[in-house]
């Protein structure tokens, strides 16, 4: 014989311990999600394209509001990492503010690129927000031809 969940709707066999079990894993969901909020959130994130041209990648990262002074590109090998800083400017001599609220914020975002490239001759440029770095790619070697004399 089915018994019966303690709210007498559903035959346990269907419910399972969802009622016994859905209090704790809900409490553990909103304490995974309490502290680490900004580490796991996708907002926090940056937005980020790579894109494929004939002789390069270009990454472009939406960084709005960073200083340029505080936004760093690495690159070692075939793997990219971005790095930014942003924080509220400070108060002006007599400015007056009732309410204000100042944030900061820190971007470390690393992506492995499809390819190698020329570390030398990676360029990158912050306009409008966006930053964009261009990276070209690592020539492949040509084959060379070695011409090979038979002596007599």
Do not use: C
Request: no cysteine; net charge negative.
């Amino acid at each position: 014989m089915r018994s019966n969940n303690r709210y007498g709707l559903v035959p346990q066999s269907w419910w399972g311990s969802v009622g016994i079990d859905l209090p704790r894993d809900l409490m553990n969901l909103l304490d995974f999600f309490g502290d680490n909020t900004r580490e796991i959130h996708p907002s926090a994130l940056p937005r980020m394209t790579v894109d494929e041209e004939k002789d390069a990648y270009v990454v472009k990262v939406m960084m709005p509001g960073f200083d340029p002074e505080k936004i760093d590109a690495e690159v070692i090998g075939d793997f990219l990492t971005i790095r930014g800083e942003k924080y509220s400017t400070a108060l002006e001599d007599g400015e007056r503010f009732i309410h204000r609220e100042r944030s900061s914020d820190h971007i470390e975002e690393t992506i492995k690129l499809p390819g190698r490239v020329t570390p030398d001759k990676v360029a990158a440029k912050y306009v409008n927000g966006v930053l964009t770095v261009t990276l070209p790619r690592e020539e492949e070697p040509k084959p060379q031809t070695i011409k090979v004399t038979v002596g007599k």
